[in-house]
């Protein structure tokens, strides 16, 4: 190496050639410590700052290189790695990035983010972004904590290890986005007799949730869709069945599932909204009334949209003058003769109308009395007359068991009878009779 070499120039650190061997190490600590300062001290211009120490590393492991070249070093060096996990975060989480070193004899360590800006130099920050904190510093981990995890984190970060071979593995950082309680959205309103199709939809998701639809704890079958959106994805599944007024009011769930759920599921439900024509049916407070009782007649109303005027009427007359109305409620406070009519309550709405009478008969005192007296005689004489039906139905089924055995016997005595009487004739009237009863037999 002659006199007239130049020589290298970083920042303040100027060495003439031919001191290099002398005061090799007194030059590496010296360039290293000035990156370290500056890494430091120039948060803002971490881009220069990185590229110089970059090839202060290069340019200090070639001069160790030779060092030991020059000195004969015959010694065998411990060889040095360093070894990377991969991790996965759900947003807003914290990620835990771990760099495993094997063999380390204090050599430098850098961590570098996915864009290859470093977050931290053998310990010290060099990254102006709290989120990252370096939590263990040993000799065989290295750990980072990254918390508020975003989608703008994810990639590979770089776990360096520089000694005369720069050593890195990558741990690859994934963020997950688990879905929110799914969107139920309605395509139009459901009519009586009609269809109702029903969209559920999770907004954004990453990786794509599941959706299904479940009625009755039955699932039901649909059409599933994905669309990505940049990172993340938006998943519907859409059904459509038939709808009748008794399915109003009928819960549907949405169900989303997804790996950062862990098993838990996310789940909207949804009340069908199903329109009808309305139905009107009147209840009479009590079912007889006599002169001077109060009565209410109720106009008892289905429908959907529920109609929201009812119309009293009397056939053939107007209200009379004590009657009020209150609602859905015709009141009588005191009943008269002149209150007997056929009344009846109206209801409409958009999809139909709908009506229904009461014929009301007002009794005087005595008559009430007398008609509910003669429901408790009409039941026992109910009772009785079954009664004696039974008995009947006993008495038939006897006689016809006695005849039977009665005529089964004659008939049994019968027969006997008149196998004794040939007998008897066959003794008299000798072979001849008996053969001819053999012949007429046959």
Same mark, same amino acid.
């Given at each position: 190496?002659?006199?007239?070499?130049?020589?290298?120039?970083?920042?303040?650190?100027?060495?003439?050639?031919?001191?290099?061997?002398?005061?090799?190490?007194?030059?590496?600590?010296?360039?290293?410590?000035?990156?370290?300062?500056?890494?430091?001290?120039?948060?803002?211009?971490?881009?220069?700052?990185?590229?110089?120490?970059?090839?202060?590393?290069?340019?200090?492991?070639?001069?160790?290189?030779?060092?030991?070249?020059?000195?004969?070093?015959?010694?065998?060096?411990?060889?040095?790695?360093?070894?990377?996990?991969?991790?996965?975060?759900?947003?807003?989480?914290?990620?835990?990035?771990?760099?495993?070193?094997?063999?380390?004899?204090?050599?430098?360590?850098?961590?570098?983010?996915?864009?290859?800006?470093?977050?931290?130099?053998?310990?010290?920050?060099?990254?102006?972004?709290?989120?990252?904190?370096?939590?263990?510093?040993?000799?065989?981990?290295?750990?980072?904590?990254?918390?508020?995890?975003?989608?703008?984190?994810?990639?590979?970060?770089?776990?360096?290890?520089?000694?005369?071979?720069?050593?890195?593995?990558?741990?690859?950082?994934?963020?997950?986005?688990?879905?929110?309680?799914?969107?139920?959205?309605?395509?139009?309103?459901?009519?009586?007799?009609?269809?109702?199709?029903?969209?559920?939809?999770?907004?954004?998701?990453?990786?794509?949730?599941?959706?299904?639809?479940?009625?009755?704890?039955?699932?039901?079958?649909?059409?599933?869709?994905?669309?990505?959106?940049?990172?993340?994805?938006?998943?519907?599944?859409?059904?459509?069945?038939?709808?009748?007024?008794?399915?109003?009011?009928?819960?549907?769930?949405?169900?989303?599932?997804?790996?950062?759920?862990?098993?838990?599921?996310?789940?909207?439900?949804?009340? #069908?909204?199903? %329109?009808?024509?309305? &139905?009107?049916?009147? @209840?009479? =407070?009590?079912?007889?009334? /006599?002169?001077? +009782?109060?009565?209410?007649?109720?106009?008892?109303?289905?429908?959907?949209?529920?109609?929201?005027?009812?119309?009293?009427?009397?056939?053939?007359?107007?209200?009379?003058?004590?009657?009020?109305?209150?609602?859905?409620?015709?009141?009588?406070?005191? #009943?008269?003769? %002149?209150?007997?009519? &056929?009344?009846?309550? @109206?209801? =409409?709405?958009?999809?139909? /109308?709908?009506? +229904?009478?009461?014929?009301?008969?007002?009794?005087?005192?005595?008559?009430?009395?007398?008609?509910?007296?003669?429901?408790?005689?009409?039941?026992?004489?109910?009772?009785?007359?079954?009664?004696?039906?039974?008995?009947?139905?006993?008495?038939?089924?006897?006689?016809?068991?006695?005849?039977?055995?009665?005529?089964?016997?004659?008939?049994?005595?019968?027969?006997?009878?008149?196998?004794?009487?040939?007998?008897?004739?066959?003794?008299?009237?000798?072979?001849?009779?008996?053969?001819?009863?053999?012949?007429?037999?046959?």
């Amino acid at each position: 190496m002659g006199a007239g070499r130049q020589q290298p120039r970083f920042g303040a650190c100027v060495f003439p050639v031919y001191f290099l061997r002398i005061t090799i190490t007194k030059y590496i600590f010296n360039c290293l410590s000035l990156s370290q300062r500056l890494l430091v001290h120039a948060e803002r211009r971490a881009s220069t700052v990185h590229f110089l120490f970059l090839y202060l590393l290069h340019v200090s492991s070639t001069l160790r290189s030779e060092h030991g070249q020059g000195e004969n070093n015959t010694q065998a060096v411990v060889s040095q790695e360093v070894q990377a996990e991969n991790v996965t975060v759900v947003e807003g989480g914290t990620a835990e990035i771990s760099c495993h070193l094997h063999q380390y004899d204090g050599s430098i360590v850098v961590i570098q983010n996915p864009v290859r800006q470093t977050l931290f130099f053998n310990g010290t920050r060099a990254l102006k972004d709290t989120r990252f904190q370096l939590v263990e510093f040993t000799q065989k981990v290295v750990k980072i904590h990254l918390s508020d995890a975003k989608l703008e984190d994810e990639g590979g970060y770089f776990c360096q290890l520089y000694t005369e071979d720069t050593h890195h593995q990558i741990a690859t950082l994934t963020v997950i986005v688990p879905p929110d309680n799914p969107l139920v959205e309605v395509k139009e309103q459901a009519v009586e007799g009609g269809e109702i199709e029903l969209t559920c939809i999770s907004p954004r998701t990453r990786p794509a949730a599941t959706l299904r639809w479940y009625r009755d704890r039955k699932e039901l079958k649909g059409f599933t869709s994905k669309q990505e959106n940049g990172k993340t994805f938006s998943i519907t599944n859409s059904i459509r069945f038939s709808v009748d007024r008794k399915d109003d009011r009928d819960i549907v769930t949405c169900e989303a599932s997804h790996p950062a759920l862990k098993g838990q599921k996310k789940q909207t439900q949804y009340e #069908l909204d199903v %329109q009808f024509s309305p &139905t009107a049916n009147i @209840q009479p =407070s009590q079912s007889l009334v /006599r002169e001077g +009782d109060e009565l209410n007649l109720k106009c008892e109303v289905t429908g959907n949209p529920r109609p929201t005027e009812i119309i009293w009427t009397r056939l053939n007359d107007s209200l009379p003058e004590r009657a009020q109305i209150q609602g859905d409620v015709l009141s009588f406070p005191s #009943l008269s003769l %002149q209150d007997n009519g &056929t009344y009846s309550c @109206q209801v =409409s709405n958009k999809h139909g /109308r709908s009506s +229904d009478q009461y014929v009301l008969v007002v009794y005087d005192p005595g008559a009430i009395i007398e008609a509910q007296t003669q429901v408790p005689y009409a039941v026992i004489g109910g009772i009785l007359a079954l009664l004696v039906f039974l008995v009947i139905c006993i008495l038939i089924v006897m006689v016809w068991c006695s005849v039977r055995q009665k005529g089964s016997y004659l008939t049994h005595e019968a027969s006997g009878l008149d196998e004794h009487g040939e007998a008897r004739e066959a003794f008299l009237n000798g072979g001849e009779n008996h053969k001819r009863k053999e012949e007429f037999f046959i």
